[in-house]
């Protein structure tokens, strides 16, 4: 195993030379010409001129080795279906999808959207759009459709790919409505939605653009699909997350660097070796999804499994007779599960033999130590904390289990992993920090393959937003603030814009506040993220009314707290649900009007918001603190 300390300066300090080795990972139908065009920076182009594939490095390549090996295997815990499928099937499955889409129209370079829930179907739908050399844009399922629509208007897909539900915790919802709401939204409008039918919804839509897909599998049941050959820096996809705006950014990744990257940490982050059976319980709609479901473990020849449902149904138990049942060798999930599991009967989790799991790795937001220790101490297998981003495409922080395995830290991600010139910068002056001093975690030119290619449709917003923020430096800002200790290792300690985590799921405060705007009764609305013990962070709102007289009465508030409530459910999705809405008669601002985010959310978390020497009125705080303190009517 090499040293950690030699393979990251080895990366920072020749990177043409570390990833020329790394890309003889994956099949290059054409050889690249340069490992690494730096002309324009801050973009930078891997392995160009090389021409390959996705969809043939994560499965047609392993037909000659693994064609019987499982590829995929998919649970779903709502709906009681358990499929497995070798490479051999999933290439039949990819070909026959990939077929039925180039019926309708789809060809290379096409974005196709596809807001479906987990069913293998999304797995063959995302393989089958790689494979045409289409742009596959996934939105995750729990979205309300005016998310969707502004999704549609951005990425101009010229299909949509849905079913008719999906179900969560026993409760089925509807697809198909939300589709139609969010067409109607759209002024884009895509000639064609292709409807995997799982026959879950009681009711559901029959509308002329509708397509079944069941006919379209028969009919193309036979069908090849020859691998489109991408240059490698072709777009592969498209994923909208949130940001310091209401208007999500579509982060756009390539072919090539990204195989690379994901094939190089299955090895030396997660020392998954092909064979391996890996479960990552994340959702294709996010990041996690689309590298280490996806992605990764298919690229290196692991057996992936998809989950359908909760981790606590039929019991909390589940999860692991699932690791004892399929023999999983590596779990990845996000903090927030582990929290749930906590609170479960302890010995569920002794019930099942585990001995076939060798790491669990956790990310998306910090892991606390309670749960770190519980977890670890109860698995009595190591647990990794990675610190990452949907920007990157995977870690940036980790302890890597492939390279030489420094010894953890409880409450940090670890030492900058290979490739990422990781650096803490004071805000002010953009200089390095001392060991022990708070500053902006960034990245150097140029971020390694793997990582966002730019800002799709959108060159300027990738500059002004990633690479312009730190003052006096040309470098790629995270938007975390972080602390370096004198080994090395770094803790996070929050965002520095106006995102959020709840429950590992990334949120914007402003498309919260944008939601609930959008209420005839809302003149002016803060949002803020204050600490949650089981969900990491919730969202708190803080409300103007027009007209504060009309809802005088505790039952005319309460009333309208939970209309509120119901509009950001109906706006971006329940995930967004603010835990609670305050009225206030005015919200903390400065004197040029800019609102007192911070100060709003020191207070819910009972901590002193500091001197504010800027603030307009400071009645104002005393507002939010009776708020805060007024029980739920
Ligand atoms: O704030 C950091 C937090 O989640 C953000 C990225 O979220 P997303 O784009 O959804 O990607 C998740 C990929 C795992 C980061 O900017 N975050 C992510 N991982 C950690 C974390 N915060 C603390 N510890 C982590 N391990």
New binding site residues.
């Given amino acids: 195993m090499p040293s950690y300390r030699d393979f990251h300066r080895r990366s920072i300090e020749d990177p043409e030379a570390f990833w020329r080795e790394e890309a003889k990972r994956i099949h290059w139908e054409t050889p690249f010409d340069t490992v690494l065009d730096r002309s324009n920076p801050p973009f930078a182009r891997w392995f160009v001129g090389g021409r390959t594939n996705l969809c043939h490095n994560a499965v047609d390549r392993h037909l000659a080795d693994r064609p019987q090996q499982n590829a995929l295997i998919y649970v779903s815990t709502e709906t009681g279906i358990e499929r497995r499928y070798t490479y051999t099937e999933l290439h039949a499955e990819i070909n026959r999808m990939a077929a039925a889409m180039r019926s309708l129209g789809v060809k290379r370079g096409d974005r196709v959207l596809i807001y479906l829930p987990m069913i293998p179907e999304a797995v063959f739908a995302m393989l089958a759009c790689a494979r045409l050399g289409a742009i596959h844009s996934v939105v995750f399922g729990g979205f309300a459709a005016p998310n969707l629509a502004a999704r549609i208007d951005d990425a101009q897909p010229v299909l949509i790919v849905t079913a008719d539900a999906g179900a969560r915790g026993g409760k089925v919802i509807d697809y198909t409505p939300l589709v139609d709401e969010a067409l109607a939204r759209a002024t884009h409008k895509p000639p064609h939605v292709l409807l995997i039918d799982r026959q879950l919804a009681p009711e559901r839509l029959n509308a002329s653009y509708l397509i079944d897909y069941e006919p379209l599998r028969e009919q193309f049941f036979d069908a090849h699909v020859p691998c489109e050959w991408l240059e490698s820096s072709e777009p592969s996809y498209v994923l909208y997350?949130s940001g310091t705006t209401g208007r999500p950014k579509g982060v756009q990744r390539d072919v090539g660097g990204y195989a690379v990257a994901l094939a190089a940490s299955m090895e030396y982050i997660f020392e998954g070796r092909p064979g391996d059976t890996m479960f990552t319980a994340s959702d294709i709609g996010?990041?996690?999804g689309h590298s280490y479901i996806i992605y990764a473990p298919l690229l290196a020849g692991l057996t992936t499994v998809m989950y359908e449902g909760t981790p606590v149904r039929p019991d909390g138990g589940v999860w692991w007779r699932l690791v004892e049942q399929h023999r999983i060798n590596l779990m990845f999930t996000?903090?927030t599960a582990i929290r749930v599991l906590k609170k479960q009967d302890p010995a569920l989790l002794k019930q099942s033999d585990l001995s076939s799991l060798r790491t669990l790795f956790?990310?998306?937001?910090?892991?606390d130590e309670p749960t770190a220790s519980w977890i670890g101490d109860a698995l009595g297998k190591p647990v990794v904390?990675?610190?990452?981003?949907?920007?990157t495409g995977w870690?940036m922080?980790a302890i890597q289990r492939g390279v030489e395995v420094l010894p953890p830290k409880l409450g940090s991600?670890g030492m900058p992993v290979y490739g990422y010139d990781l650096t803490l910068r004071n805000e002010d002056t953009g200089e390095p920090c001392a060991p022990g001093e708070k500053g902006v975690i960034t990245l150097g030119y140029p971020l390694p393959p793997g990582c966002m290619a730019t800002v799709w449709h959108d060159d300027a917003r990738f500059v002004d937003t990633y690479w312009s923020s730190v003052p006096n430096q040309h470098v790629y800002s995270?938007?975390?603030w972080g602390v370096q200790d004198e080994g090395g290792y770094v803790t996070?300690l929050?965002?520095t814009d106006d995102?959020i985590?709840i429950a590992?799921?990334?949120l914007g405060t402003r498309e919260i506040e944008e939601a609930l705007s959008s209420h005839a009764a809302v003149a002016e609305v803060a949002v803020v993220g204050v600490t949650d013990a089981l969900k990491g962070q919730v969202a708190l709102a803080f409300v103007v009314l027009r007209d504060a007289g009309g809802y005088a009465t505790d039952d005319a508030r309460s009333k309208l707290e939970a209309d509120l409530v119901k509009t950001v459910d109906r706006q971006l999705g329940a995930i967004a649900r603010p835990a609670r809405v305050h009225v206030v008669a005015m919200l903390p601002k400065t004197r040029s009007g800019k609102l007192l985010r911070r100060a709003i959310a020191a207070l819910a978390e009972g901590r002193d918001p500091g001197d504010l020497p800027t603030i307009e009125d400071p009645v104002a705080l005393q507002q939010v603190r009776e708020a805060l303190d007024t029980p739920r009517g």
């Fill in positions: 997350t996010w990041v996690v996000a903090p956790l990310a998306g937001e910090p892991l904390d990675n610190y990452w981003q949907t920007e870690p922080l991600p995270t938007f975390d996070i929050g965002r995102v985590n590992g799921h990334r």
